[in-house]
């Protein structure tokens, strides 16, 4: 960061930050935007509390060009790859396109600076690269909740959590999006005090940041502005039951409602059945596994509770308007599992 990057700041502050701390910022393609940002204004009014450098980044990605993020947003990067210090902080921002991104090269760095020592973060997807490289722990680790579910059919011996983030040793994962203002906010606060990380978090204007125990808001109807608790309960199921769907009585039952009620309630805050709103979640889900991993098209279709191939491709063709093969790219023997290599 160049002394032009530096603040002052006039007014009540903070005492002094202790030492300065490098992070490297590995910008993998397709990256949030607004995850980078979000790190990077958490750091920078760090470095207003004091008039010494608490924090310092470089942007880097796998061959030096600047990354185009999810929203179309270039960033800029100072350079490619390169060998870290042992006490350097570097954090993996994942996007849409995680499985392209985890390239040889990309994955042969990070266990490099693993072997170093470095302590390493994944964003969102990044966490994707991170497993895939092997320098992350078994246990205690996060993404984004549109991403679990993949990651967790991809590494079945790792237990991906619904945390906002979490802290293991050297190692961290993040779900993203406001989760990484949180994150930051408790990185600065381990590295330079609770009243550095609050300041930081007034002048966010996110005065009470959460913390790494809670889960996220990963409930369908939360997310479409629904408050009726039975439907949120019964949502939860269905995401917690892809690979092995129950029943709509199941559910009602579940939630303490009558399956009648569970219709009428759907029906009111969804405009969908109980029914169709499984199918929908099970099939998107399908969507991402194909076009995500490198798993065959049965075993996406099992992992997402359709035992039979043949009903698999009618439902999705229903809603893509494409069978999963041609999805894939393959134009042969549309609906005939010979045909995919």
């Keep these: 960061m160049t002394q032009q990057q530096k603040i002052s700041v006039k007014g009540s502050q903070p005492a002094k930050v202790a030492s300065s701390q490098r992070y490297i910022f590995l910008l993998l393609r397709s990256c949030s935007a607004f995850d980078v940002c979000a790190a990077v204004e958490a750091l920078k009014d760090a470095n207003r509390t004091s008039d010494d450098i608490a924090y310092d980044w470089v942007f880097v990605s796998d061959d030096g060009s600047p990354c185009l993020t999810s929203g179309g947003i270039e960033l800029p990067v100072e350079c490619d790859l390169f060998d870290l210090k042992h006490r350097d902080t570097l954090l993996v921002f994942g996007g849409e396109a995680f499985a392209q991104a985890a390239t040889p090269k990309v994955l042969s760095w990070l266990r490099k600076q693993a072997r170093i020592g470095v302590t390493i973060g994944g964003i969102s997807s990044g966490v994707h690269t991170l497993l895939k490289a092997g320098v992350l722990p078994n246990e205690g680790i996060t993404t984004h909740w549109n991403y679990r579910s993949v990651l ?80 949120s309960e019964a949502v939860d199921i269905m995401l917690d039951t892809l690979e092995t769907p129950i029943s709509p009585s199941q559910i009602a039952d579940e ?67 494409m069978s999963p093969y041609r999805e894939r790219g393959f134009h042969g023997g549309m609906d005939n599992e010979r045909s995919e290599p």
């Design 152 to 231: 967790q059919e991809q590494f079945e011996d790792i237990d991906i959590g619904r945390a906002l983030y979490s802290l293991n040793g050297n190692r961290f994962t993040c779900a993203g999006g406001l989760a990484t203002v949180d994150l930051m906010l408790h990185l600065i606060a381990r590295d330079n005090g609770a009243e550095t990380a609050t300041w930081v978090a007034d002048n966010l204007v996110c005065s009470a940041p959460r913390s790494a125990s809670q889960e996220q808001t990963i409930s369908q109807c939360s997310r479409i502005g629904d408050r009726n608790t039975k439907v």
């Design 255 to 321: 939630v303490g409602i009558s399956t009648r009620q569970l219709e009428r309630l759907f029906n009111r805050h969804m405009n969908v059945s109980p029914k169709v709103y499984y199918m929908r979640l099970r099939i998107e889900k399908a969507r991402m596994m194909l076009l995500q991993t490198n798993l065959k098209t049965i075993e996406v279709a099992i992992a997402c509770g359709f035992n039979s191939p043949s009903h698999f491709s009618k439902i999705y063709r229903k809603h893509f308007g």
